[in-house]
């Protein structure tokens, strides 16, 4: 028998500690609590949304339905060889307590995602990235059930549609799955990626280029940028980086010689979506307790009693802003509900 809980506080399910309230909320710690929720959703059709650890998640709103939220905490070795080493990771593992289980055991491939907060579950769906890597670099399959049916689904690498901040649970299958886990593919051999931003530099100032020191340096950056959303309420990178073409890129940087560039290949360019807003002057400014971030424009905080309509509103006049200086749209990456 399913348990639900009634007009639940959505605080602690969202980093940006929007007091929003749900309907109804079910935990599921099992597949077979999976299979359940997905049966009583079926038998009382109301508006419905999956959620993990909240941390890519803005609420406007009460949200007037059912919250999933998967809590499966298993990961499993499924094989090895002399290469590579497969692992499953159910989609209510905490993302960063993965990356130190990893880290720890000397596999190479998820270091560079240290710190990210959220849950395995989200992972693919939001393609998680930073520094260099993304998550559908080490993404092998990923597994769950479809809402529609409750049948099983096992989709592999390329049947997710990975892309920057995308993947098909972002289009085709957008709010029709609840992924119960993923299975990554890593590295048992020494391998990094140390040529994004000042990585490199900061790990070899601890010396010795190892799994655990690009983990501390990844975590000591992100420290040194990004606020602790128990302490001020946040997502994290709230905008994505965006791509613009070489030809739009020259043009700009002959009128500001000094904006930073990653060529993704020979036709486009990605542009810190952080730069734009500092050079719009918005970093460290504030309408009410919705603000910029004073060390990292990208991340809009609460500082304590902002409504969702306050953050998001906030984000209109950044992208308005930035349109009209550079003739860039910059896009959210926080998922609106």
Known sequence: MI????????????????KATAKELIICNTIESIQEAISYLNNHPQPYLVLGGGSNILFRNDFDG??????????????EDEKNIWIEAGAGVEWDDLVDYCVNRGWYGLENLSYIPGNVGASPVQNIGAYGVEAKDTIETVKGYYISNGNSFKLSNDECHFAYRQSIFKSNLRNKTIISSVVFRLNKTESYTLNYGPVKEEVEKKGKVSLTNVRQTIIDIRKSKLPEPDELGNAGSFFKNPVIDIEQFKQLQSQHESIPNYPIDNIQVKVPAGWLIEQAGWKGKAIGDAAVHNKQALVLVNKGNA???DILDLAHKIIDDVNKKF???????????
């Open 3 to 18: 348990n639900t809980t009634n007009k639940v506080s959505l605080s602690q399910y969202n980093t940006f500690g929007i």
């Open 66 to 79: 059912l919250i999933i939220h998967p809590k499966l905490t298993n990961i499993e070795v499924l094989k």
């Open 307 to 309: 409504s969702g309509k």
């Open 327 to 337: 003739g860039i749209t910059i896009e959210p990456e926080v998922n609106i509900i």
